[in-house]
């Protein structure tokens, strides 16, 4: 009587292994930070495992980045890129015109400004990340440096992503921007729509801001995301995920081209915290 039940026991397991082992994953990224002390903190203090994007030599930076590494939490760099309508970029922005040592030294000394960095994600940009060769300096870099690229996609006519694909930059780009819009019901239609992504694909990125309405609504969200069969994860973990999913997916069909997805909104400039 004994084997059929260890035998039972044994198949729940392995069942439960596979469910585990595909259960779609997703990251939530705060940008913006370093302006803002409160919301800064306020962030880091959100239940769950989120990443932390800092704008470079901003006043809080430093100790926000500190904070959220003491706290098990992944940091990145939020580098400021020109755009198309050549906003203000603050400290360390990055422009078409730049010769590549200026550029390189301006990218290297934003990373050196931001403690605990595992990769990176354009601020704005929408106008840098079209050009073929600061690209390619960015991801030189990145690549060198050992770090991650995550694509922001303030616009559609982005080549960031594929750059860095092309260049050996582990990378991801994102899915939903969840706060656009800050009123409750935008902000959990923008959420459903990650999860529905994520469902969809085995993983998506999200990237919200330190805005008050945004803080509140996740404080709330967050703890249901496992109830709702996603998982909250890193950012260094999507990428894993990403590849893997690239990997058994290119073992399949050889002809297959590499996985992509094409966010619904795009913003093109975004105001600092």
Not at 24 to 51: F, R, Y
Not at 176 to 204: C, H, M, S, T
Request: glycine share 6%; proline share 7%.
């Amino acid at each position: 009587m004994k084997q059929p039940m260890q035998l039972a026991l044994l198949g729940l397991m392995l069942l439960l292994g596979r469910a585990h082992a595909s259960q779609a994953l997703v990251s939530i990224i705060i940008d913006d930070l370093g302006n803002n002390a409160a919301h800064g903190e306020q962030a880091i203090q959100l239940p769950g495992v989120l990443t932390y994007a800092l704008l470079p030599n901003t006043p809080f930076a430093t100790v926000l980045a500190e904070l959220a590494h003491e706290k098990g939490r992944e940091v990145i760099l939020h580098l400021p890129m020109e755009s198309e309508h050549h906003e203000k970029l603050g400290p360390n922005g990055l422009l078409e015109k730049m010769p590549e040592a200026e550029y390189k030294w301006t990218l290297l000394s934003a990373l050196g400004a931001v403690p605990h960095v595992t990769g990176l994600n354009n601020h704005m940009g929408s106008l840098l990340t079209q050009k073929q060769q600061p690209m390619e300096w960015l991801m030189s870099v990145l690549k060198e440096q050992k770090l991650l690229f995550i694509d922001s996609r303030t616009t559609t006519k982005t080549i960031a992503e594929q750059t860095a694909e092309k260049m050996g930059v582990p990378s991801l780009r994102r899915d939903v921007f969840i706060d656009n819009e800050r009123d409750p019901e935008r902000l959990q239609q923008q959420l459903d729509e990650l999860v529905e992504k994520a469902k969809k694909q085995g993983y998506a990125t999200g990237i919200a801001h330190p805005y008050p309405e945004t803080l509140t609504f996740l404080k709330q969200q967050l703890p249901l995301l496992e109830t709702r069969g996603v998982k909250l994860v890193p950012l260094s973990e999507l990428v894993k995920k990403r590849l893997e999913l690239a990997s058994s997916k290119n073992r399949s069909d050889p002809c297959q081209p590499s996985l992509s997805h094409s966010p619904r909104v795009v913003k093109n400039s975004k105001p600092s915290q």
